[in-house]
């Protein structure tokens, strides 16, 4: 485990998952998604490098596990671990703000956590 | 306005606030800071070209103001918007799971938004 910055939990937990993709990545897996290829096709169209990166980093923090690999389809998948649907209320938070704050956004996150 | 990415109220926001200096900013307001000098003391040391261009950045999408300079010691200062006040349950939520996952962290803020 890395040292700590300091001992604030916030700047902690940022350190974890607080850029952009990787809270969309999360966001990805409230919504019902878990194969690679589904994170691939979000609007936002993240790259493939960020995305490997993220999902590494991600696992690597224990906020998902790789699930098993589909002998049909050979496609990868993951899913949220306990650490990782304790995040539901941080993108659930953002999620409101946005509403309330940015015209032209709607909701479609609507799934608590598993 | 720049244009959306998504209509994605999640990515919309973090468009706006989704870099780990950006959130480490709004954490000092709601713990009472309001003071340039006082975010550059931080523990996490900030530098003065991010901590400058991130509070531009959050004064140009409506999230803070500056406040009246001093007379006295010519010190700038800066408070929350609504707006800004608005992120409060962003900070929570991760101060929250921060506590909960992270060995070594402790509480810091528990002042509601004024």
């Known amino acids: 485990m890395k040292s700590l910055r300091s001992c604030c ?7 974890i998952f607080g850029d952009k993709w990787t809270l969309l ?9 878990f194969l690679y290829s589904e994170f691939l096709n979000s609007p936002e169209k993240i790259s493939t490098n ?5 999902l590494k980093s991600l ?5 998902i596990i790789e699930g ?3 002998s049909k389809t050979g496609k990868k998948s993951y899913k949220l671990t306990e ?3 304790g995040l539901y209320d941080v993108i659930d938070a953002m999620a409101n703000w946005g509403l309330q704050n ?9 799934v608590p956590p598993q």
Chains 1, 2 share one sequence.
């Open 50 to 54: 960020i995305l490997a990166s993220r």
């Open 102 to 110: 940015i015209k032209g956004t709607a909701k479609r996150i609507s």
């Open 59 to 63: 696992e690597e923090n224990g906020l």
């Open 83 to 85: 650490k990782g649907k």
């Open 9 to 15: 939990p916030i700047s902690s937990s940022l350190d």
């Open 25 to 33: 990545i999360i966001r990805d897996f409230f919504a019902g998604k």
């Open 68 to 70: 098993i690999k589909s």
